[in-house]
């Protein structure tokens, strides 16, 4: 399994960005994909998760109501829809996939991992 993420930028406070998560390499039935993030001198955080087949989905609470993750099964794509971005939330993104959804949000239960994309939220 391959994951390739794109989408990272810089931008203001309040203002918007879309990441994307391009998966490849197999099939993804039963599988959570998930977006975790790691600002500097910071440990790795979960995000937001996805179930591939029921869409079911998670949330950290400091993005619950500001991100939205979703998936385009047809495309093999996960998506994370971050909206009024806050300077806490400057980091590096990464997805991550894992076979069932127990552990959603630890990242040490995650197998596949793609590269990153920067976020940087100015004041």
Same mark, same amino acid.
């Given at each position: 399994?391959?994951?390739?993420?794109?989408?990272?930028?810089?931008v203001? @406070?309040?203002?918007?960005?879309?990441? *994307?998560?391009?998966?490849s390499?197999?099939?993804?039935?039963?599988?959570? %994909?998930?977006?975790?993030?790691?600002?500097?001198?910071?440990?790795?955080?979960?995000?937001?998760?996805? @179930?591939? /087949?029921?869409?079911?989905?998670?949330?950290?609470?400091? /993005?619950?109501?500001?991100f939205?993750? *979703?998936?385009?099964k047809?495309?093999?794509? /996960?998506v %994370?829809?971050m909206n009024?971005?806050k300077?806490?939330?400057?980091?590096?993104?990464y997805c991550?996939?894992?076979?069932? &959804?127990l552990?959603? &949000?630890?990242?040490?239960?995650? /197998?596949?991992?793609?590269?990153?994309?920067?976020? @940087?939220? *100015? *004041?």
């Amino acid at each position: 399994v391959q994951l390739q993420a794109s989408g990272g930028g810089l931008v203001q @406070t309040g203002d918007s960005l879309r990441l *994307s998560c391009a998966a490849s390499g197999g099939t993804f039935s039963g599988y959570t %994909l998930a977006w975790f993030r790691q600002a500097p001198g910071k440990e790795r955080e979960f995000v937001a998760a996805i @179930t591939w /087949v029921g869409g079911i989905t998670y949330y950290a609470d400091s /993005v619950k109501g500001r991100f939205t993750i *979703s998936r385009d099964k047809a495309k093999n794509t /996960v998506v %994370l829809q971050m909206n009024s971005l806050k300077p806490e939330d400057t980091a590096i993104y990464y997805c991550a996939a894992k076979a069932g &959804n127990l552990y959603y &949000n630890d990242y040490a239960a995650y /197998v596949y991992w793609g590269q990153g994309t920067l976020v @940087t939220v *100015s *004041s």
